[in-house]
């Protein structure tokens, strides 16, 4: 998105990737296309939607963060323990 409104390029023809940062491999196995082949405009419209408003609500000091009260129950079924750094945290 930003290199596409930085540059100018349209975004079909950009190929973005997810990144398994979690893994302790890094080559191109850790990199996971966004969306599969027959992917419409209409797929990246509601990803730059989701992520516009992640944003807004991270950086809206309005909205008060904490993290999960009971990290015990929560962070270990959670997808984000390895970017939240709580994989340590056990039921
Ligand atoms: S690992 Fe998940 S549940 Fe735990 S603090 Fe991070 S986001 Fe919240």
Redesign the pocket.
């Known amino acids: 998105m930003l290199y596409s409104e930085y540059t100018g390029k349209a975004i079909r023809g950009l190929n973005a990737m997810f990144l398994l940062l979690g893994r302790s491999l890094i080559n191109r196995e850790i990199e996971l296309p966004l969306f599969d082949e027959n992917a419409g405009v209409e797929q990246y419209g509601l990803l730059k939607d989701l992520l516009l408003r992640l944003l807004a609500e991270i950086t809206d000091p309005a909205v008060p963060f904490t993290?999960?009260p009971d990290?015990k129950e929560?962070?270990p079924v959670?997808?984000?323990?390895y970017?939240?750094g709580?994989q340590w945290?056990v039921k």
């Open positions: 993290s999960a990290r929560a962070c959670c997808s984000y323990r970017i939240c709580t945290v």
